[in-house]
């Protein structure tokens, strides 16, 4: 299977998401996050996204990887292709569409994300490697963008989503 570039195809953001996971047991192996921060960390939950472009992102796919392996992947049919940069028309949009029953509007991504969230055990932690990636998924999930994880996280801590 073509594993593609890396931005805008499922098989790639899966295996980012996945590869978060690997990073994150071997900085707790190397004691980078202390027994406190490993008891804090709720079901872990790996984000990435694609997007317009850094200066007015606006969502185009999103992919999600629990650690109890289920999966979420979704494409939006209504992002604003006016303001993809030359790099995403290039190779970010080809390949999107290659995912059966992915694509969908705002308001089923909405509703989608939310009954992925509603059918996980536990309340989860949000793992992303760009800030942008949780500003678009607040938004996706909360009709509205959030600046920064809710104030209930500490500053330096894993991320915990009381309301997901």
Avoid at 103 to 124: G, I, V
Avoid at 144 to 164: E, I, K, N, V, Y
Wanted: hydrophobic share 35%.
């Amino acid at each position: 299977m073509d594993k593609g570039n890396g931005y805008g195809d499922r098989p790639n953001q899966m295996g980012k998401a996945r590869s978060f996971g690997r990073v994150l047991a071997t900085a707790s192996k190397n004691t980078r996050l202390s027994r406190s921060h490993i008891a804090y960390l709720k079901m872990l939950v790996f984000l990435d996204t694609e997007f317009t472009d850094f200066t007015s992102p606006d969502l185009i796919s999103i992919a999600l990887v629990a650690e109890d392996g289920r999966e979420f992947y979704a494409e939006l049919d209504d992002y604003q292709r006016d303001n993809c940069n030359d790099f995403v028309r290039k190779n970010v949009v080809p390949l999107l569409g290659r995912v059966p029953g992915a694509t969908c509007n705002r308001a089923e991504l909405t509703r989608r994300l939310r009954a992925w969230f509603d059918s996980l055990p536990e309340k989860t932690t949000i793992i992303y490697d760009f800030a942008g990636d949780w500003q678009l998924l607040s938004k996706a999930i909360f009709s509205r963008q959030q600046q920064s994880p809710p104030a209930a996280c500490t500053a330096g801590q894993p991320t915990t989503c009381p309301a997901l």
